[in-house]
Nanobody
Framework: EVQLVESGGGLVQAGGSLRLSCAAS????????VGWFRQAPGKEREGVSC????????YYEDSLKGRFTISKDNAKNTVYLQMNSLKPEDTAVYYC????????????????????WGQGTQVTVSS
């Protein structure tokens, strides 16, 4: 059974850091493009970051560049999202998603490109 499980969320003060993990089971992460998305209350799900399966290239939502870093550990079948200098507006449920398709440019942002989704992990940033 293919499964993605996010962890690492929690409550943190503004300016703090969290590292989210997305662990895969039932398939090899190395073959997949993996994205992180988030959804705040009352808002649509939006792209946060993506790491491409072909060459490891990474993409970020423009406003998050410099604060968030995506990485992949194929040996552990896990993708990470390091989040620094967190702000209250980063509060959301964070999801990871995976696809066998190599995503380039802005295609990584499209939710329908991804075949597998995790259940999400809550991140709350207090002011």
């Amino acid at each position: 059974e293919v499964q993605l499980v996010e962890s690492g969320g929690g409550l943190v003060q503004a300016g703090g850091s969290l590292r989210l993990s997305c662990a895969a089971s039932g398939f090899t992460f190395g073959d997949y493009t993996v994205g992180w998305f988030r959804q705040a209350p009352g808002k649509e799900r939006e792209g946060v970051s993506c790491i491409n399966n072909r060459d490891g290239s990474t993409y970020y939502e423009d406003s998050l560049k410099g604060r968030f870093t995506i990485s992949k550990d194929n040996a552990k079948n896990t993708v990470y999202l390091q989040m620094n200098s967190l702000k209250p507006e980063d509060t959301a449920v964070y999801y990871c998603a995976a696809t066998l398709v190599a995503l380039w440019g802005h295609s990584w942002y499209r939710l329908y490109e991804y075949d597998y989704w995790g259940q999400g992990t809550q991140v709350t940033v207090s002011s």
